[in-house]
């Protein structure tokens, strides 16, 4: 259930890189509802097709790899070209996979650090001068492990970390006219992310019991924070990476000690 008005976002113009499938897909979909026009973007055709189809009312599907600059600019520019200049640019495309560096090449390493951490640093410059300011929204989607070492994830905690720190550089230079945010979403059911990180359904019970809130997050919870992040109820908000989380981040919360009270 959405605390936020209808109409909220009516006439707005939203970009969504990584929007076709997943946790952005599902904030595409949500500002959609809102009455916003949106552009959602990702490298298969199909599925972009298939998440515009989805998402409705107009939305766009544009096809392009955030590692590639020229291409990024070309898809901002139709996009804006179509719905006007941008009140929200999210950045949420990203791949991980599961190695131990030992067992990851130079270029598996370099990918997810190309994907996650250029890829945002690609659209956020190549969009800027085509966003609504003052008042324009950046989020990017981060995650727990730019602040939490994650053994077999090398790659993703080194690009997310990144990404973090790009978000509060980008707000002091971007600011007024821009504020510039991240979302950093705990696991999130029914979505990639967790179909690789965590695909051993017998573990999830024994996960949801480190995680505060003893739950799996939907989709929705993220949406919603994209939603407020990009609302004037977040006017005096940049350079906050909003953790939506359950509180995974704070450690593990199935400890003994946190039961007999001494944690
Ligand atoms: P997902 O469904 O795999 O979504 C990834 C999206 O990015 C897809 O639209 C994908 O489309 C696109 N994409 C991937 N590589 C791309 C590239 N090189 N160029 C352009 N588009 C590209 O993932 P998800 O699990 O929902 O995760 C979404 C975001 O949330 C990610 O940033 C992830 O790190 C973050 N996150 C997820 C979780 C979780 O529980 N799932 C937790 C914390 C953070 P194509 O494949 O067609 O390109
Ligand atoms: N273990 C070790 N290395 C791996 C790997 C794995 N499971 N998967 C891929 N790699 C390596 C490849 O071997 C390759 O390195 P090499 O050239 O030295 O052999 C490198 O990573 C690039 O792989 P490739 O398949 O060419 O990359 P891609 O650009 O086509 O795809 C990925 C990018 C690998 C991140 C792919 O998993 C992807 O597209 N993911 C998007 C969806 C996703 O991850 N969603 C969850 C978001 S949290």
Same mark, same amino acid.
């Given at each position: 259930?959405? #605390?936020f008005r209808d109409?909220?976002?009516? !006439?707005?113009?939203?970009?969504v890189? !990584?929007?076709?499938?997943?946790?952005?897909?599902?904030?595409a979909?949500?500002?959609?509802?809102?009455?916003?026009? @949106?552009?959602?973007?990702?490298?298969?055709p199909e /599925?972009?097709?298939?998440?515009?189809?989805?998402?409705?009312q107009?939305a766009i #599907?544009?096809?392009?790899?955030?590692?590639?600059?020229?291409?990024?600019r070309?898809?901002?520019?139709?996009?804006?070209a179509?719905n006007?200049k941008?009140? @929200? @640019? @999210?950045?949420?495309?990203?791949?991980?996979f599961?190695?131990?560096?030992?067992?990851?090449?130079?270029?598996?390493?370099?990918?997810?650090?190309?994907?996650?951490?250029?890829?945002?640093?690609?659209?956020?410059?190549?969009c800027?001068? %085509? %966003?609504?300011?003052?008042?324009?929204?950046?989020?990017?989607?981060?995650?727990?492990?730019?602040i939490?070492?994650k053994?077999?994830?090398?790659?993703?905690? #080194?690009?997310k970390a990144?990404?973090?720190?790009?978000i509060?550089? %980008?707000?002091?230079?971007? !600011?007024?006219?821009?504020?510039?945010?991240?979302?950093?979403?705990?696991p999130i059911s029914?979505?990639?992310?967790?179909a690789?990180?965590?695909?051993?359904?017998?573990e999830?019970?024994?996960y949801?019991?480190?995680?505060? %809130?003893?739950?799996?997050?939907?989709?929705?919870?993220?949406?919603?924070?994209?939603?407020?992040l990009?609302s004037?109820?977040?006017?005096?908000?940049t350079g906050?990476?909003?953790?939506?989380? !359950?509180?995974?981040q704070?450690?593990?919360?199935s400890?003994?000690?946190?039961? /007999?009270?001494?944690?």
């Amino acid at each position: 259930m959405s #605390a936020f008005r209808d109409g909220l976002f009516e !006439g707005k113009s939203v970009f969504v890189a !990584g929007g076709t499938s997943g946790i952005n897909l599902g904030i595409a979909k949500r500002f959609a509802d809102l009455g916003a026009k @949106v552009a959602v973007l990702g490298r298969n055709p199909e /599925k972009a097709a298939f998440a515009a189809a989805d998402i409705g009312q107009g939305a766009i #599907a544009l096809t392009a790899d955030v590692r590639d600059y020229g291409a990024i600019r070309a898809a901002l520019e139709e996009a804006a070209a179509t719905n006007g200049k941008f009140d @929200v @640019v @999210v950045s949420g495309a990203a791949g991980n996979f599961l190695a131990p560096a030992l067992g990851m090449s130079a270029n598996g390493f370099k990918t997810v650090i190309d994907i996650d951490l250029i890829g945002t640093f690609n659209v956020f410059r190549a969009c800027h001068d %085509l %966003l609504v300011t003052p008042g324009a929204s950046l989020i990017a989607i981060t995650a727990g492990q730019a602040i939490n070492a994650k053994p077999l994830q090398v790659h993703a905690c #080194a690009a997310k970390a990144g990404i973090n720190h790009m978000i509060r550089v %980008l707000a002091m230079e971007w !600011g007024p006219e821009v504020r510039v945010n991240g979302i950093s979403p705990g696991p999130i059911s029914g979505t990639e992310g967790m179909a690789r990180l965590a695909p051993d359904a017998s573990e999830h019970d024994a996960y949801f019991e480190r995680i505060p %809130l003893k739950r799996w997050g939907e989709i929705d919870e993220i949406a919603e924070a994209a939603v407020f992040l990009s609302s004037s109820s977040a006017a005096y908000v940049t350079g906050t990476i909003l953790d939506v989380d !359950g509180g995974s981040q704070l450690g593990d919360a199935s400890r003994m000690d946190v039961e /007999k009270g001494l944690a």
